[in-house]
Each structure stands twice: as C-alpha cells, then as structure tokens.
C-alpha cells in the first residue's frame, strides 16, 4: 500500500487487504453488517480499503447489499469503483444504480469506460443515463465502435496542440486544459500535434515543451515521425503495436487521418489480459466470461458441447483399439502401455501447440518460417521421441524380459512424439488459414491425432511383430 494514503472523508489510513484475512472475509463481513442493519458500520470498513479491493468486494456481495452500500457512497468513489471492475463486473454494479446516481458516477471515469458500461446497460437506461451526463458527447462519439478495435478502446482525452502554435502558446493552453477538464492522467506526458483540419501531423513529449524557447514553433519542434492506428484496427494488433514500439499511447485516427482518440497504456494491459485469459480458456473450450463461482447452468451450456467432442474424440481412439482386440488378448501386456503412449504424445502435443498459439497472438509466425517451424518441431520430436522412447523401452524389456515388445513400445512412442509436434505446428496454423481462431479447442484436435496416430502405429507395429513378441516372452 502506498504510505501517506488515507481515506478522503474519514481522515483514517486506507488499508490494503494484506491487512485483513483475504477479501472473501471481507465481503462475508460487510454482507453480515448490511444483512443486521448494520450499514453505517460496514461503510467505515468498506472506506478503508483501496479502492480495488472495494471494487472487489462489493462484486462478492449480493445485489441487495449492493444497492445499499452504494446508495451511501459519493457519485465519484462509485466511479473510481466503477474504473476497476471488468466490463460485465460494471454493468452489474450499475443496474443497482438510480439514473441520476448513474449518470454522476460514469461522468467520474473515463469515457471510454462509461462507453463500455452503456454499450450493455438496457437500452432505455442508457439513454436516459445519457440524457442528464455531463460528457455525454465524448461517450456517445465511442458508442459507434466495437469494443474490440482501436475506436472501442481509445478515449477522447488528450491534448492536441496546433501546429501553427509556438511553445509559449502551448503551454498556456495545456494550463486552460487542465483547468477545463481536470487534472490529465499521470502517463500524459506525451502531446499530439494536429493542423487545422485536426489531421495529426507529429507529437512531443511534455519535457520538450516545458524546456523549449517560449518562441519557438511548434510545428519545428514536434516529432514528425508518430505512429497511429485507424478506428477499425483490432484490439490484438492495436496492442501487439504498443508493446513492439514502447508506446505509452497511441493516436487513434479516422480514414482522413484525423486525430480522434488516444488508447492508453493500462487500456492495453487489460486487453492482453483478457486475450490471453480468452485463448487459455479456447484451447480447453471453456467460455471466456465463465466465472469460477459464476451461475452454474452457464458453466454447464458452455462447457458441455466440448466435453461432448471430446467424448467423440476418444471413441474415434477407443475404435482404433477394437481393431486390434486379437493382438491385445495374445499379450495382455501391450495395454500397459497405451496410457504412457497416448499421455506422452497429448502432452507434447500441447506444449507445441501452446507455444504455437502465443507466438500467433505475437505476430511471430508467418508463412516464410512456416516451414522452419515445423522442421524444429520435427527434430524436437525425434530427440524426446528417442529418448523418452529409449526409457520406456528399457522399462518394458526389464518388466517382460522381450526385446521385441520393448522395441515395438519404442519405436510407437518416438512415432508419437514427432506426430505430437508436427499436428501442435499444423492445427492451428490449419485453423488460421481457414479464418477460425486458432485457440479455438486446438487442444482436442492435437489430442485426437496423437492418440489415433499413436494408436494405430503402436498396435500395427504389435500385430505385424507379434509372433516374435510370443516367443521372447
């Protein structure tokens, strides 16, 4: 906790939850103060928490405790709240919000959060919501946009200077700004440059302003070379840009390069949180907005169908098995090992494709190291394949004494493992092509070759060597 951080209205130190036993304690103890009419009370321990763990525990609660815990808070702590919680977090808090309560707390934050917020609130709400806000016209200018592109995540607080200013000007009108709009956010060091038709022509940052001759131009001053991104660009580039140039906020601007929006670093942090969280969950098949204690039904519809490929998935595997019923009933023993096979090959198989997916995120892999890619993956196979071949191999000829079945387990777990890397490298390399996302359950396809591929050479192998596996035995 930040030493020197005390509550505004109680003058007491604001304390962060280490102090407490954990926020589930916390939430369960202002649930039992509002549950006995308590409300008073659980307001002073609610207001001495950061704000975060505020956020946190007031989602913990239920509605009824919500609303009042809430209806006692100022219009701007319900704001700061507001700012720390996921979208849908928001718009829960939100419904147990009067209109007029509403529209002051989303005035609080961001537009682009209030943006957010609208987007999902009922639509009547909305525009009421709408009607009595102050900075109704910088949300609506968001409403338009798709939450996953660069026009959904930007927000129209920045500080654009011309370029026929000098610095002098400039600086005087960063003073009016602030007096107009607020204090700027604590990573607005940097400041746009625009002409006359508001087409962004260059940036500086605030150091140089404050350190260059009052008389001096703007417009010589100013760094010319600036990257920005158009409204329409998806959220993932927008943020892959950011991170690969060490950008801290990236101009947004319309197809006639017209600034509109600046997208901040934090709104890029939490983008590459919930991609990677939203790919996590795809390669398993589990629904990007399922909440570990969310509604049970929900987790229900969404992971079934899932569990139902993959129950079809490892029926295609069980059929494979059938085929070779004969050779499995001559030597019992070959069953020992079809658990280490197919465990091998599917977690090979998701180690590669794990890597795949990210270095896909990354903007790493394109199709001139396509084929690099799959020749490492390739010998990464052959190299775990013979030496994790090799072990087993050893352990079956000291368990049966055969050193046909021992080869045979073998030679079937190299021939896994390279199958493991290559369909990790192909899948979703193969899904992109087809314009499906890759993460999309890759895992299940790569689970499903390396079983029926394992499977198929493990037991082909027993069969075609097993009068040799009899007699050794």
Not at 12 to 28: F, N, R, Y
Not at 443 to 469: E, H, K, P, R
């Amino acid at each position: 906790m930040p030493q020197g951080e005390y509550d505004k209205r109680t003058a007491e130190p604001v304390h962060s939850i280490d102090e407490w036993d954990d926020i589930a304690h916390v939430a369960s103890t202002l649930q039992e103060l509002v549950d006995a009419s308590l409300t008073p009370e659980a307001m002073v321990r609610l207001n001495r928490l950061h704000i975060a763990d505020q956020a946190d525990a007031l989602v913990r609660i239920s509605p009824d405790a919500q609303v009042a815990l809430l209806d006692t808070l100022p219009p701007d702590d319900v704001g700061a709240i507001i700012e720390e919680l996921e979208t849908e977090q928001a718009v829960s808090v939100c419904d147990a919000l009067e209109i007029a309560k509403l529209s002051e707390a989303l005035d609080a934050t961001s537009p682009d959060i209030a943006a957010d917020v609208l987007k999902y609130v009922p639509r009547h709400v909305a525009a009421d919501t709408l009607a009595i806000m102050n900075s109704a016209r910088d949300v609506i200018s968001l409403l338009e946009y798709a939450d996953d592109d660069a026009g959904g995540l930007m927000t129209p607080e920045f500080i654009a200077l011309s370029d026929a200013m000098t610095v002098g000007q400039a600086l005087d009108f960063v003073r009016l700004w602030a007096d107009e709009i607020g204090p700027a956010p604590e990573y607005m060091h940097y400041l746009f440059v625009v002409d006359a038709d508001s087409v962004l022509k260059g940036g500086m940052s605030l150091a140089q302003l404050m350190l260059a001759a009052h008389s001096q131009r703007i417009s010589l001053l100013m760094d010319e070379d600036i990257i920005s991104v158009g409204v329409e660009t998806d959220q993932e580039d927008t943020a892959r840009l950011m991170e690969r140039y060490d950008i801290f906020n990236l101009p947004v601007v319309d197809d006639g390069g017209r600034l509109l929006g600046v997208v901040w670093l934090d709104d890029m942090i939490r983008v590459l949180d919930e991609e990677a969280t939203e790919d996590m969950y795809r390669m398993i098949g589990v629904a990007e907005e399922e909440k570990a204690l969310g509604p049970f039904w929900r987790s229900v519809r969404n992971r079934l169908p899932w569990l139902v490929v993959n129950l079809a998935t490892a029926v295609l595997a069980g059929l494979v098995i059938t085929l070779f019923q004969d050779t499995m009933g001559q030597v019992v023993a070959l069953a020992a090992f079809l658990p280490v096979i197919a465990g091998q090959g599917g977690i090979a198989g998701t180690q590669t494709l794990t890597l795949i997916i990210r270095s896909i995120t990354l903007g790493e892999i394109s199709p001139a190291n396509t084929r690099r890619l799959l020749i490492k993956e390739l010998a990464l196979g052959l190299v775990h394949g013979f030496a994790l071949g090799l072990i087993v191999g050893v352990i079956a000829f000291i368990w049966k004494g055969s050193e046909f079945l021992a080869l045979v387990v073998g030679v079937a777990m190299l021939a896994n493992l390279v199958v493991a890397g290559i369909s990790g490298v192909v899948v979703p390399l193969g899904f992109r092509a087809l314009n499906i996302d890759p993460a999309l359950s890759s895992a299940v396809a790569v689970t499903t070759f390396t079983d029926v591929i394992g499977f198929l050479v493990y037991l082909g192998l027993a069969t075609a060597t097993i009068s040799l596996i009899l007699r050794t035995l």
